[in-house]
């Protein structure tokens, strides 16, 4: 099994692994139709020739024979030495052979060579294989965001390699507020984090946009956020499926 970033010639592969890997997971309580608009939004080939060119993002490719028999999607967080698994995804025909493990060692590895020094993952709570995933591999749930799926609202469990979240303290308009920056949305321009009034992270305060360094953000019912500075939106929801 070769795993390597990800290049252009992998596209159809990924696409391939995303549909079959969402469909096994989620089928059972997601539309058949929400599943086919996440693959036609999130891994249109305009989409992941964008992403593979960032350098805050990390795509790396588990390949059998040339097949892709898996993904992750990983970003590095700006101005901290941490990084997010967002997307660990293993072929169904490919699961129990141990794809999932090696993508995550590679992973690591080369997230450690971008300086990153804590590293989380992203898992629905719901998908009790891949919570218990990152428990085996020595993860520790830290804390819970919501995301949003077409039009219904999961809770999403962030796990972490340190016990503890890790909180910035920060000065706004002479209050101390702290940050989240393992809680993080995916954002137009930049990651939004989530901000809290105390340094335990119990009473929420708001999203910090990292594109303008500001707190001055809206959030709709649907719990869509929008900077009112520099128009950073958060894009819609995504979710996981890890396996080993």
């Avoid at 596209?11 to 469909?23: M, R």
């Avoid at 608009?37 to 020739?49: D, G, P, Q």
């Amino acid at each position: 099994m070769q795993v390597r970033e990800a290049r252009t010639e992998d596209i159809a592969g990924i696409q391939d692994v995303a549909a079959e890997s969402l469909a096994a997971s989620y089928a059972h309580f997601l539309d058949e139709e929400i599943i086919e608009h996440a693959i036609e939004e999130w891994y249109s080939e305009e989409n992941l020739e964008n992403e593979f060119q960032s350098r805050g993002t990390l795509y790396l490719v588990a390949l059998d024979g040339g097949d892709v028999a898996g993904f992750t999607q990983s970003e590095v967080l700006p101005d901290v030495p941490e990084g997010n698994i967002l997307w660990l995804h293993v072929h169904p025909d490919y699961r129990g052979e141990g794809v999932g493990t090696t993508l995550l060692g590679q992973t690591k590895e080369k997230l450690e060579d971008k300086e990153v020094e804590t590293l989380s993952g992203l898992v629905l709570a719901g998908n009790e294989e891949g919570n218990q995933f990152y428990r085996d591999h020595g993860f520790t749930k830290v804390g819970e965001r919501t995301a949003e799926i077409g039009d219904e609202t999961y809770t999403e469990n962030i796990y972490s390699e340190s016990d503890e979240p890790i909180l910035e303290a920060r000065e706004f308009d002479g209050e101390t507020r702290y940050i989240n920056r393992s809680e993080t949305s995916r954002g137009s321009k930049a990651p939004f984090f989530a901000v809290f009034n105390d340094e335990a992270g119990e009473d929420r305060y708001g999203y910090f946009c990292s594109n303008c360094e500001t707190l001055d953000n809206a959030m709709d019912s649907m719990e869509r956020i929008e900077c009112n500075e520099c128009g950073n939106k958060r894009k819609a929801a995504r979710w996981d499926s890890a396996y080993l």
